[in-house]
């Protein structure tokens, strides 16, 4: 199994819209639960502690290979989370590792 670990940095520098858009973020991803059939298990989050340090959003998928992480990258529903993404994302950072 592989395990999809990424966190992003938002780019709005007011927070109440960055706590604004890291939560519909997490909503989009969370959404894709039952939608991508490639996803064991997934959970988005933003952050609850430490703004200053932290990153705004961490999401976990669990897949069951590399060829499942990249049908998940391309699936279309996928697509659009990430179309929005990118609109408000500063920063992304991830590792993918087998458990």
Do not use: C, T
Not at 14 to 30: C, I, K, P, Y
């Amino acid at each position: 199994m592989i395990r999809h670990v990424v966190s992003w940095k938002l780019a709005a520098e007011d927070a109440s819209v960055r706590a604004e858009q890291a939560a519909e973020v997490a909503r989009r991803l969370n959404a894709l639960d039952g939608v991508v059939p490639q996803l064991r298990a997934i959970s988005a989050g933003a952050n609850a502690a430490y703004p200053d340090a932290n990153w705004d959003i961490a999401l976990v998928a669990d897949v069951d290979s590399i060829d499942d992480l990249e049908a998940y990258q391309v699936h279309p529903a996928h697509e659009e989370v990430v179309a929005y993404v990118r609109s408000v994302v500063a920063s992304r950072v991830a590792v993918d590792f087998e458990v």
